[in-house]
């Protein structure tokens, strides 16, 4: 009895019949995999947006050029930004509408800040397949709805940059933005 | 091939049994690192080196990926993208250090490979093959050292690629149209440069696959052991898996401490500050020397400084540190002992230290100032490094008389534990 007691003993086997080396083995095993793991967190993030990148994320312009009617065309993150003065007349349009009826319903004063009613800054790509919608630029076809009008795939936008006819899903985008004086938006 | 004991391959789930009819991949890998490859009993921490090797490729080959998606090979902008990638890409600078560390570990966890090769007598029959495939390896894998080393685009950069390609430039007649249709110019510039990237992203693939040959190579014979005496019964093996692959673990464990260390504790101890000056084709740092593992082929580079009947000193250099390593190619037919092991060849086991130092000092010599003593010294550690291969090992081949040998590897083994 002594010897075999001895031998068990010697293998690690303890009552519930688990030896020390399957606890070593499944220990190193998961302790590896776990390195493995962390290892592969800076391989994968790499991918992400570096410094220099995030250091141009947000922009500001100046808008005191831009008269009621004309829009600029910017760039933010490497994409258009449109930056438009609505006239009065635009803007009489854009509340008409009955929200309740759009596809993605948002009202004017949803998508502008208070007190500046009249600038409207969304993003310059369309929500449908991100082509660049016309209407920004002089000259340029706004579609049947005033505001813009994407000729890729025919997605026409109203006078507060919604969806209003076409296979867009989404009102272009409107970015996080402050203005930082009368004159002065600060995009990002 | 595998000893008729080797285990088979016998997958009990009916899905492993559809794919092994169809793609036998899993056998593959059971009969080349799994059970199913035998190993002797008795191998030490030396043959660890191997799988370590491999992972150190993998290893580079990983970061190296990651580091060309974030380098520009253009000479206007290079210097500046690895400049982005340390302080702009997230985690840059831990990808760029593990690559150019890596690459010490590299040849660090190689030369020891070697190292072991020459002690233990594996280049010899019947695993010639091996060893030259190692070599064929070993030379490719200092030709991507080389080029990635100029892709930083400093100063080192830039005056390595120099010299190195002015090596072929010592050709007689051919030398000079060489060297200017290596660089695509008639000095280092952007032809060069993206070259060398194309080929510092190729050849790490061809290494990979020169190391499936070397080890195809390997696994006819099987591996040898610290005896040297081959494999003759079922008692003088173990499994691969799990005996092996656990001893390699262990390793791979160590290795990997031994790398954080260098990287997040020094990672440009083995680097050159120098090389953190942009390239200027108008002014050659004080100091120049290669990456240290090219110190002992430097230091011989270096040796000839005088020129010998109608041999120009620069063409002698090259030639002798080509020659210092084809002479490698012939090792399995100059060392003619039919006893492997330095165990049991006393006279080897001495001779083969002398030429470890002498090595050591070729090194030491290969960093240090082209100057006096080191020229000196160089010259004559040069010489000894060439008579070691063709004038000492044939005659101590000859001469000696080994010590007797175990009559297996279980005797060894068995032996060894009684006393």
Avoid at chain 1, 6 to 35: K, L
Avoid at chain 1, 43 to 48: H, K, S
């Amino acid at each position: 009895m002594a010897t075999l007691e001895q031998s068990a003993e010697n293998a690690g086997i303890n009552e519930a019949g688990v030896r020390r080396r399957d606890f070593i083995n499944i220990a190193a095993v998961s302790f590896a995999g776990v390195g493995a793991g962390t290892a592969l967190i800076p391989l994968v993030n790499q991918m992400n947006p570096s410094a220099d990148v995030l250091a141009m994320a947000s922009i500001e312009v100046d808008i005191s050029a831009i008269q009621p009617g004309q829009a600029i065309k910017t760039m933010w993150r490497k994409q258009p930004m449109f930056i438009r003065n609505l006239t009065a007349a635009e803007i009489a349009a854009a509340e008409k509408v009955d929200v309740a009826t759009l596809r993605d319903p948002q009202t004017l004063e949803e998508r502008t800040k208070e007190g500046k009613r009249n600038w409207l800054i969304t993003k310059g790509v369309c929500t449908h397949l991100g082509c660049v919608p016309l209407g920004a630029g002089e000259g340029e076809v706004k579609g049947e709805f005033g505001g813009y009008f994407c000729p890729c795939h025919g997605s026409y936008y109203d006078t507060a940059a919604r969806i209003r006819k076409g296979p867009a899903p989404k009102n272009l985008e409107v970015p996080e933005y402050s203005f930082t004086s009368d004159t002065v938006v600060q995009i990002g | 091939m595998s000893f008729p004991w080797a285990e088979q391959y016998k997958p009990q789930n009916p899905l492993m049994q559809w794919l092994d009819s169809r793609l036998p991949l899993p056998r593959f890998v059971f009969n080349a690192v799994g059970a199913g490859y035998p190993v002797p009993r008795n191998l030490n921490y030396f043959w660890n080196f191997g799988v370590l090797s491999g992972a150190a490729l993998a290893i580079q080959i990983i970061t190296g990926i990651i580091l060309a998606m974030h380098y520009a090979a253009n000479g206007g902008v290079a210097f500046d993208s690895v400049e982005h990638i340390m302080r702009d890409v997230n985690s840059g600078w831990l990808i760029r250090y593990g690559h150019a560390n890596g690459a010490s570990m590299f040849f660090i966890v190689v030369y020891l490979h070697i190292f072991r090769g020459l002690f233990y007598g594996s280049y010899k029959a019947p695993r010639e093959m091996v060893w030259l495939l190692g070599l064929v390896i070993f030379l490719l894998m200092m030709a991507t050292a080389f080029m990635g080393y100029v892709l930083p685009w400093g100063q080192m950069s830039f005056w390595g690629a120099k010299v190195i390609t002015g090596l072929f430039g010592a050709i007689p007649l051919v030398g000079e149209p060489i060297q200017t249709w290596l660089l695509g110019g008639f000095a280092p510039d952007n032809a060069a440069l993206n070259r060398f990237f194309s080929l510092h992203y190729l050849l790490p693939f061809v290494i990979a696959g020169v190391i499936i040959l070397h080890i195809w190579a390997l696994h006819i014979p099987g591996s040898s052991n610290p005896t040297g005496v081959e494999v003759k019964t079922e008692q003088d093996t173990v499994p691969f898996h799990p005996y092996y692959t656990a001893k390699d673990g262990f390793g791979l464990g160590v290795f990997l401490i031994v790398f954080a260390i260098l990287l997040f504790f020094a990672p440009n101890f083995l680097g050159h500050p120098d090389n953190y000056i942009p390239a200027n084709p108008m002014s050659t740092p004080a100091h120049i020397v290669p990456e240290w593992y090219f110190w002992p082929f430097y230091a011989i580079l270096r040796a000839f400084t005088v020129d010998f009947l109608f041999i120009p000193a620069k063409l002698l250099g090259v030639m002798a540190m080509f020659a210092s390593i084809l002479l490698l190619f012939l090792l399995p037919w100059l060392d003619t002992s039919p006893v492997r092991s330095g165990h049991y060849r006393p006279l080897f086991r001495q001779f083969f230290w002398v030429l470890i130092v002498d090595v050591l000092i070729l090194g030491y010599c290969g960093g240090a100032p082209a100057a006096e003593p080191y020229v000196m010294i160089s010259q004559l550690a040069a010489a000894y490094y060439f008579a070691h291969f063709l004038i000492i090992l044939p005659i101590v081949s000859k001469i000696e008389k080994p010590a007797p040998l175990p009559a297996s590897i279980t005797d060894a083994v068995l032996s060894k534990q009684a006393n």
